[in-house]
């Protein structure tokens, strides 16, 4: 399994300023995610399906997707219309509620599509490692450009 990990993508990997976006406009939780899912349709990794299980999967489990203050991880199953692993970032203008008892208000939204249960596997860890840091989540929240939250993450992940 090792070798087969080492072969897995990692979260610098797939970011790009086709799957990043800084500053959105909003309405809600569900514009948040289908925002953020239109990224991932955009660059092929998810069939537009998909989007629409993310917000199923938040209306059934919003405390489970909002991972910690202030940042969501939509996502849904590989077979829900996973193309190819895929992860997207978008910082919203103004913080939108989901619904979690202590994690809310969201500005930072994390779409999120793996094919299957292993793949994805080093993205979250870096992903998790890069959150952890306090000043990078602040990044985020500062950034004003997709080349800043790239840059961003390009910093902190060696």
């Known amino acids: 399994m ?15 300023e086709d799957v990043v976006d ?3 406009y ?18 092929g990794s998810v069939e537009p399906r998909y989007v629409d299980a993310m917000v199923r999967f938040c209306e059934q489990y919003k405390s489970y997707i909002v991972i910690a203050p202030g940042i969501a991880l939509p996502h ?4 829900d ?22 994690n809310d208000p969201v500005d930072i ?3 999120f599509g793996a ?16 959150l952890l840091d306090y000043n990078n989540v602040e990044a985020i929240r500062k950034a004003n450009s997709k080349s800043d939250l ?4 390009h910093n902190a992940i060696k």
């Open 2 to 16: 090792g070798q087969e990990a080492a072969q897995t993508p990692r979260l610098i990997d797939l970011l790009n």
């Open 22 to 24: 800084v500053k959105v």
């Open 26 to 43: 909003a309405a809600n939780w569900i514009d948040a995610i289908r925002k953020a899912g239109l990224l991932l349709v955009n660059v």
């Open 76 to 79: 849904a199953r590989p077979e």
């Open 81 to 102: 219309g996973v193309k190819r692993i895929g992860i997207s970032i978008i910082t919203l203008k103004e913080p939108i509620y989901f619904g979690h008892p202590e």
């Open 109 to 111: 939204v994390i779409a």
């Open 115 to 130: 094919i299957d249960s292993r793949s994805h596997i080093n993205i979250l860890k870096d992903l998790s490692e890069f």
């Open 150 to 153: 790239i840059k961003v993450f």
